[in-house]
T-cell receptor, first 113, second 113 residues
Framework: AQSVTQLDSHVSVSEGTPVLLRCNYS??????LFWYVQHPNKGLQLLLK??????LVKGINGFEAEFKKSETSFHLTKPSAHMSDAAEYFC???????????FGAGTRLAVHP | DVKVTQSSRYLVKRTGEKVFLECVQD?????MFWYRQDPGLGLRLIYF???????EKGDIPEGYSVSREKKERFSLILESASTNQTSMYLC????????????FGEGSRLTVL
């Protein structure tokens, strides 16, 4: 069975400092992995996806994530946080059929001036 | 600009009432989804549809039904609302050619009193 664990429910950073949002997954076969972002009072938007091509995946707004099979991780990073990055972030694993996505519980990112 | 539109952003209903949540997408997507979002639980799939009049149960279908009479429209129905159905409901659509890439509406926040 597939599952996904986001290791931090809240992360707080200062503007201009690096962002690290951690995600571990469990999958019985080669997974597809995604990060989605949800700004306040908005729907979710796809940030990036991994589908067994390059292990380092670049997304929108300067975010990237690295697939590490040995660590079963797919952490999201950004070199320099911006105030507009304050949002909730969801790590997602596909459950075999792509119609069945498994969402993590979410990590709320706060960015302070 | 591609869009998934949910008919109501905020609803307040009484226990036992019938509730309709409607969703329309303008991207000609075959797949449409209804999720429920609760704090600390991420998103959980209620139902999805891969074609007109076709539907499959997700992880938490109890107490819900759906209708898809036209490709662009997917409705979620609560036959008899209960207080434990107070939640944020998110509609999404996707193309089978781009699996896992969901486009979300802004959500419908339902309160059942």
């Amino acid at each position: 069975a597939q599952s996904v664990t986001q290791l931090d429910s809240h992360v707080s950073v200062s503007e201009g400092t690096p962002v690290l949002l951690r995600c571990n997954y469990s999958s019985s076969y080669s997974p597809s992995l995604f990060w989605y972002v949800q700004h306040p009072n908005k729907g979710l938007q796809l940030l990036l996806k991994y589908t067994s091509a390059a292990t380092l995946v670049k997304g929108i707004n300067g975010f990237e994530a690295e697939f590490k099979k040995s660590e079963t991780s797919f952490h999201l990073t950004k070199p320099s946080a911006h105030m507009s990055d304050a949002a909730e972030y969801f790590c997602v694993v596909s459950s075999g059929g792509y119609n069945k996505l498994i969402f993590g519980a979410g990590t709320r990112l706060a960015v302070h001036p | 600009d591609v869009k998934v539109t949910q008919s109501s952003r905020y609803l307040v209903k009484r226990t036992g009432e019938k509730v309709f949540l409607e969703c329309v997408q303008d991207m000609d997507h075959e797949n449409m989804f209804w999720y429920r979002q609760d704090p600390g639980l991420g998103l959980r799939l209620i139902y999805f549809s891969y074609d007109v009049k076709m539907k499959e149960k997700g992880d938490i279908p109890e107490g819900y039904s759906v209708s898809r009479e036209k490709k662009e429209r997917f409705s979620l129905i609560l036959e008899s609302a209960s207080t434990n159905q107070t939640s944020m409901y998110l509609c999404a659509s996707s193309s089978p050619q781009r699996p896992g890439e969901l486009f979300f509406g802004e959500g419908s926040r339902l309160t059942v009193l």
